[in-house]
């Protein structure tokens, strides 16, 4: 289980672009947010338009501020078709003249795929099994749990404010 105010535990995933592997580590001296998605989850496809949403709207964060959303999807190819099939439909939208309504496009985060079965580590088990999903981690700079959102959490989560909070520490 991750914990808050601890460090959170290093993994691995690989980037659905173009199939790199990358690590929370990798990013010590940013914050980091990790969205845990799966493409078949309702509530995780809103969070992450949200999210991408609310990523465009604050561009002052990209230099301060990674975001990884990490599919568990059973594959790759999964997750990686999942996100074809949202930019095929955000292109769709704006083509329509839908540009208010459109849906976004998944650009403004890292997208990353994480496999989820049992023997592949206790990744999953600590990020996302005792949570459920859709869940968001916010790591400070040294890479210490700062908050997070999950179905289990009783408190309001706003991010924009615990970006803020953070950037200005």
Request: hydrophobic share 35%.
């Amino acid at each position: 289980m991750v914990n808050q105010d601890r460090e959170a535990p290093d993994f691995s995933s690989k980037k659905l672009s173009d199939e790199k592997v990358t690590s929370i580590s990798d990013h010590r001296g940013k914050v980091v947010v990790v969205k845990f998605w799966w493409s078949k989850c309702m509530a995780c496809n809103e969070k992450m338009d949200h999210l991408q949403n609310l990523v465009a709207g604050n561009p002052q964060w990209k230099k301060d501020v990674v975001f990884l959303a990490v599919s568990v999807d059973p594959t790759f190819k999964e997750a990686r078709d999942h996100l074809e099939m949202v930019r095929q439909e955000s292109l769709r939208s704006s083509d329509n003249g839908n540009d208010g309504d459109a849906r976004p496009a998944w650009t403004q985060t890292t997208n990353t795929w994480h496999d989820p079965r049992p023997d592949s580590g206790a990744v999953y088990r600590a990020y996302v099994e005792s949570q459920g999903l859709p869940v968001t981690y916010v790591l400070d700079r040294e890479g210490i749990l700062r908050a997070m959102d999950s179905p289990q959490s009783e408190d309001v989560f706003d991010l924009e404010a615990t970006l803020t909070s953070l950037l200005q520490s």
